[in-house]
């Protein structure tokens, strides 16, 4: 085993699924803001006013899940793949466990009950009742970081298929 396998480390979040959002929501509270005071309305239920109100109202709505998404973590942990995710069990899986690797796409009804990522590469071990698995999201976490865990997966298990373009 060299110090690739060895190393511990937490694959590092990527803020992009957060800013798109943020970015508009942010931007139209300001709008609002901006021309409610250029406009000389400042009577607080003006139109421009109930603008910067509703872009407010869209960033604390959303500050909850940018949170669920900063409790989502994938750490390397002694030879042990463990996956931290907000108001759910963690989930552990030894790298010598690992039975397939694979990309996946979430179904409509995994999108509507929002537990897992859209895109994702999952890992999996076990069979049937015993299988479980862990959740790699390429939005959520930064694309060299993935890399990095699979080639310790790989270098550990070269018998497994790792996916195209994550080696």
């Known amino acids: 085993m060299n110090d690739l396998a060895s190393t511990d480390f937490s694959l590092r979040r990527s803020t992009a699924p957060y800013r798109t959002l943020s970015t508009v929501f942010s931007l139209v509270a ?99 009742r015993n299988r479980s698995f862990i959740d790699v999201s390429p939005k959520h976490f930064i694309a060299d970081d993935i890399r990095r865990l699979m080639r310790v997966i790989h270098e550990q298990r070269p018998d497994l298929t790792v996916p195209k373009h994550w080696l």
């Open 30 to 128: 300001i709008w609002g803001f901006v021309m409610a005071v250029t406009s000389g309305s400042l009577a607080l239920n003006s139109g421009y006013w109930n603008l910067f109100w509703t872009g407010l109202m869209l960033i604390g709505s959303y500050l909850p899940v940018i949170y669920m998404g900063y409790r989502y973590r994938i750490v390397l942990q002694e030879g042990v793949i463990i996956q931290k995710a907000f108001n759910m069990r963690d989930v552990a899986i030894k790298i010598q466990d690992i039975s397939l690797i694979k990309v996946e796409s979430s179904s409509a009804s995994d999108v509507a009950k929002m537990n897992r990522p859209f895109t994702r590469i999952a890992i999996y071990s076990g069979t049937g």
